[in-house]
Structures are given as C-alpha cells and as structure tokens.
C-alpha cells in the first residue's frame, strides 16, 4: 500500500514539474519566439501565460521597449582635416522579433558596433563648421546610416543625438578669435546704422525747422530748459538769430557802399597837362636840365 501511495506522490510531482516548465509567462512589453528542436515556431507569442511543450521547445524572450544606447566618444578627422571627439546616444527599438532572434547573435553589441562605426565614417564626410551649426543634419545623416545594416536585424532606430563635440586646445583659441572678431564687426555696423540713420532724421528736422523759423526758437528755449534743470554752473545767454541777421544785413550794405565809393569815376574831365606833370615831379623825384 505504502508503494502505491509513494508511486501516486511521484506522478504528482512529476506533473507539477512538467506543468511548470511548460508554462511561460510573456511581459506586456516582450514578445516570445518559440524554437522546437532548434525549428522555429509561429507566430510569436503575445504578451500573458503561454503553454510550450517541455524539454522540447525553448521561449526567448524579446523586449520590444525603445532601447538607450550610448555610443562612445570617437576619434576622426573631418573632411577640413580637423581632429575632433564625439559621441552620440541612439534610441532604438526591435520590431520584428523573429529576425532580432534569428539573423543575429546579440542584436545589442552588434547595433553598438555598427553606430561607432557609422559615427566615424559621417564625420569624415562632414566639415567642422556643419558638425557645429547643423546638428540636425548630422544626426539624420547617422540615422540613415546606422538604419540601413539593423533593418535585416528587425531593428527600428528612432533617434540619433549627437551629444558632445571635443576639439583641440589650439582650436578653441582660434574659434574665439573668430568669434570676437565677428561681434566687433557687428558692432561697427550697428553703430555705422545708428549714426546713418540718426544724420537722417537730423537732416529731416533741420529742412522742418527751415520752413518755421519759430521752431529753431523754440529748440533753443528747450535747451536753456534742459541746461537750467541741472546742477551746474553754466550760464546760458540767448541770443536772437533775427539781430544776427540784422548785423549780417547792415554789414552787406555798408560794404556794398564802400565799394561804390571806391571806384574811379569814367566820366570825369581828365587833368590838365601841368598838373600830371606835377605829380610826375612828385612821383619821380626832381628831374635834371641839360646846360
């Protein structure tokens, strides 16, 4: 009796263990991919408890989350002959399990390889200026890049971020050069603006203030305003530009009258003879008689 009991114990737990090794439990963010005999089975299990026939088949696992890889800092020379670092981070997924399984080993280190790689070779075709200023080009041109080998993989690449870019010491001095000689340009052309434009608007106020003559006396009142409001001793004496004209006038005619004064008179009766001579005598000096 004690035989059968024990016989009875033993299929038992035999069952226990068959049933415990034929069930597999499937992640909501995994996929199963069943191998029989080393034969692949479809389709692929979907997330929640599956059945599989133990010590027959084997269940690998395959996460289908978007994966983070880093990409270490690679050493290149771009097409400007410029040794420069970087490194990228890569964003990746598995889309097809079946082929992440099948037509790669470990899908993990072969896409690391493959955006080292890849990150070398697109920054051998690029300039340094580009690598600078159109990151968006370069990490698209990566993407593209990297994408082409891992499709065979199953393997989605969502995103490619490059993350720093390291230059040379002597490289860094040149380019902050370059920028400070940019912003001085800059400046020197705002300010070369501002005057051009600020002559401008003086030259539009001066024909204005022509057309009122009220209008200069009314800025220099201003500026007596704008000179008293302060704390100084500067001692400001309007004078009226109509008296400066007054002076500018009665100057004109004075000398305009002197001129006329002046002139030889055409229409006088010319002087007699002795008195030419005379001043002959005057201008020359005496003059000597033959004996």
């Given at each position: 009796m004690s035989v059968v009991w024990t016989a009875i114990v033993l299929v038992i737990l035999l069952l226990l263990v068959l049933v415990g090794a034929?069930?597999?439990?499937?992640?909501?963010?995994?996929?199963?991919?069943?191998?029989r005999f080393g034969r692949l089975l479809s389709p692929v299990r979907q997330p929640g408890l599956r059945v599989i026939v133990p010590f027959v088949d084997r269940m690998k696992k395959v996460p289908v989350q978007t994966a983070v890889l880093d990409v270490p800092?690679?050493?290149?020379i771009t097409?400007?002959?410029?040794?420069?670092?970087?490194?990228?981070?890569?964003?990746?997924r598995v889309e097809d399990p079946v082929k992440a399984v099948i037509n790669v080993s470990d899908y993990l280190h072969a896409t690391s390889?493959?955006?080292?790689?890849?990150?070398r070779s697109v920054i051998g075709r690029a300039d340094l200026d580009t690598l600078l200023t159109d990151r968006q080009q370069i990490n698209d041109e990566l993407r593209g890049v990297i994408d082409t080998p891992t499709e065979d993989w199953g393997i989605s690449i969502d995103r490619?971020?490059?993350?720093?870019?390291?230059?040379?010491?002597?490289?860094?001095r040149s380019?902050?050069?370059q920028a400070e000689a940019e912003r001085d340009r800059r400046a020197r052309v705002i300010n070369a603006d501002g005057e051009l434009q600020a002559s401008n608007k003086l030259a539009e106020a001066a024909d204005a203030m022509e057309t009122a003559p009220g209008a200069l006396q009314l800025r220099l009142l201003q500026t007596v305003v704008e000179v008293s409001a302060e704390k100084n001793s500067t001692l400001?004496?309007?004078?009226?530009?109509?008296?400066?004209r007054f002076f500018e006038h009665a100057t004109g005619q004075a000398t305009s009258r002197y001129s006329a004064s002046t002139e030889p008179n055409s229409d006088a009766e010319p002087s007699p003879a002795w008195w030419r001579n005379g001043r002959d005598r005057t201008d020359d000096g005496p003059t000597?008689?033959?004996?």
């Open positions: 034929g069930l597999r439990a499937v992640q909501q963010y995994q996929r199963g991919v069943v191998l800092a690679q050493g290149a097409r400007d002959n410029v040794s420069i670092s970087v490194d990228a981070v890569v964003y990746f390889q493959v955006a080292q790689t890849s990150l490619v971020e490059t993350k720093e870019v390291s230059l040379p010491e002597g490289m860094q380019m902050s050069r400001v004496m309007p004078f009226p530009v109509e008296v400066l000597s008689t033959e004996t």
